[in-house]
């Protein structure tokens, strides 16, 4: 009798839930609802992260309709800055002064998270931490409590055949395809894109360069998409390639290389991993594309000709001159919009 007297005393507890989307799969949004439900009752439920973990249909844009998680997507003006984990910061500090809760749960493994956990115990309120097994003790002994989430699921399999997930780029579907070096990768039939394991990178860079480019990978010192096969945050990385450098996407979680269109052909033979971040201009248009393409197809931006598409990239999204074309012609490429060639009237297209 008092435990069933006990329990749902404890349900009444009011929690805001705080997800560190470039940190925490998407794939693991069921265990941690059903880890929060057992403590209380989740009042705010939100998710952080650069606009990439919501741009296509899987991910956590699917865990927001699954589970009723309001996205707040962030754009990154210069590279390498954490703007997604200073957000959730602030909305954490609201919740501990001004909202009506007694608990904030933080949903990440990051350790920069600690002075958080600890401000909100001192504020009166409870700290929930949740986060893989990796999570560093600093955070895990900051929170009042700390609840470690299970390993994320592998990718599903029919008949000993992988079922790859959508592009990270633009939601398109990844078929089975071979490099011209015979390894195995997936491609999307959309934009282009291509994902291999980085042992396909051996014919261009020595093993030695490429535990360089696992190890910068981990460190996550600028985020790039969602890997497509276990659906961790990547980083952007420099690689060389002869006189020049080519910028890739590399899980440090599966070792997962993902590249833009054309950007495997452009590699040559030569050693090294340059840097271990982008140049801010790339990482930019990368962020805005995705969006303007996300207000365009939810219809939160009506652009019925390219003229008007223009002014708003300028107006709305402060773009530059020089890369409002460059722009305009990758969402033409990704199927977000057609373009017609006369009158320049454009029209929406369905993911």
Known sequence: MKEEVSR??????RLAVLIDADNISAALAGDIFKKVYAIGMPIARRAYGMVNCFASDGGWAKAQREYGVVARPQVSNVSGKNVADIALVIDAMEFLYRNPCEGICIVSNDSDFSAL??????GGKSAYGLGGAKTPASFRNACTEFIELPQIRKETS?????????????GGKLDVAWTK??????RCTVC?????????LKKTVSAESMGDMIAAAKRHEQLGCVCPVCGESMSLLKVASGKKYVEIDVCGNCRTIWYDKGEFETLTPQDGLLSATVSAG???RRETVLAVAADIRSGRRKVPDVGSLKAILKSAYHVPMPDISPIIST???????????????ITVLKV
């Not at 956990?117 to 001192?122: F, H």
């Not at 969402?331 to 009237?345: E, M, T």
């Open 192 to 200: 282009g894109g291509m994902s291999a394991k980085i042992e396909a």
């Open 8 to 13: 749902p005393q404890q349900t009444q507890q």
């Open 158 to 170: 029919t008949k000993n055949k992988t079922v790859p997930s959508n592009c990270p780029r633009c």
């Open 282 to 284: 790339k990482a930019y």
């Open 181 to 186: 070096s015979n390894f195995k990768c997936l």
């Open 117 to 122: 956990a600890a401000k909100i115990r001192e």
């Open 331 to 345: 969402l033409q490429c990704q199927r977000v919009i057609q373009v017609a060639k006369k009158g320049g009237k």
